[in-house]
């Protein structure tokens, strides 16, 4: 694992300890904000190109999402958690939810432990 990846993965699981993903920017907390993007992203990227070799990962996640938007659909985490679930499935996107939304997500569906 990068330097860069763990350090956002510590950074991310402890600052999860006592809030919300989704209440870290209100808060101001942006640097938590971005190390658990970054955690999530990874996960993500890897979770799509698990379920389909010859998707492009992330670029494929935020085409889909641009078109939702372009659609009509709101640019919120409910639009983007929807195209989680289609494109990798609605348990998947449960798991980002929760992961969002909860203080001491679990880590483990995606986002394999620190070796």
């Known amino acids: 694992m990068s330097a860069r990846r763990r350090e956002a993965y510590q950074s991310c699981f402890s600052g999860l300890q006592s809030k919300a993903l989704e209440a870290a920017a209100g808060k ?5 904000y971005y190390d658990c993007g970054l955690i999530l992203h990874l996960a993500l990227d890897a979770a799509l190109r698990e379920r389909n070799a010859d998707s492009e ?3 494929t996640l935020w085409n889909a999402y641009e078109v939702e ?3 009509g659909s709101k640019p919120d985490g409910i639009t983007f958690r929807r195209v989680v679930a289609d494109l990798v499935g609605p348990a998947v996107a449960d798991w980002l939810e929760v992961f969002a939304s909860e203080p001491r997500p679990d880590f ?4 394999p432990p620190l070796e």
């Open 57 to 59: 990962g992330l670029v």
């Open 108 to 111: 483990s569906p995606l986002i």
């Open 28 to 32: 101001g907390d942006f640097q938590l």
């Open 69 to 71: 938007i372009a659609s």
